[in-house]
């Protein structure tokens, strides 16, 4: 069992940047894959970025690719969602998410925080 709590969303005017964070609490942070999906008004929740338990690989949606940059510090369980050039239609709640598998991070990871509004103004 892990514990997954979100902070750093807010507004931003667009073209700025934000970052978001989630400390983890409850097993081992480095047994876990990590990773960021997003849900908008109206919309279904979306797939963002994850990062592999070792942080040696990465992943993005396409949408995101060259804006946003996922890390984690495993000394610090926390997983952090670096978010530059961005635009009104990234704005959405953020959702931090882990599973043993990086693979669940194409279906519905096992957990899941309480998510971060990031509001882009344009």
């Known amino acids: 069992q892990v514990q997954l709590v979100e902070s750093g969303g807010g507004l931003v005017q667009a073209g700025g940047s934000l970052r978001v964070s989630c400390a983890a609490s409850?097993?081992?942070?480095?047994?876990?894959?990590m990773g960021w999906f997003r849900q908008a008004p109206g919309k279904e929740r979306e797939f963002v970025a994850a990062i592999s338990r070792s942080a040696g690989n990465t992943y993005y949606a396409d949408s995101v690719q060259d804006r946003f940059t996922i890390s984690r510090d495993n000394a610090k369980n926390t997983v952090y969602l670096q978010m530059n050039s961005l635009k009104p239609e990234d704005t959405a709640v953020y959702y931090c998410?882990?599973?043993?598998?990086?693979?669940?991070?194409?279906?519905?990871?096992?957990?899941w925080g309480q998510g971060t509004q990031v509001t882009v103004s344009s």
């Open positions: 409850g097993r081992t942070f480095s047994s876990y894959a």
């Open positions: 998410a882990a599973d043993s598998s990086v693979v669940k991070f194409t279906t519905t990871p096992d957990y």
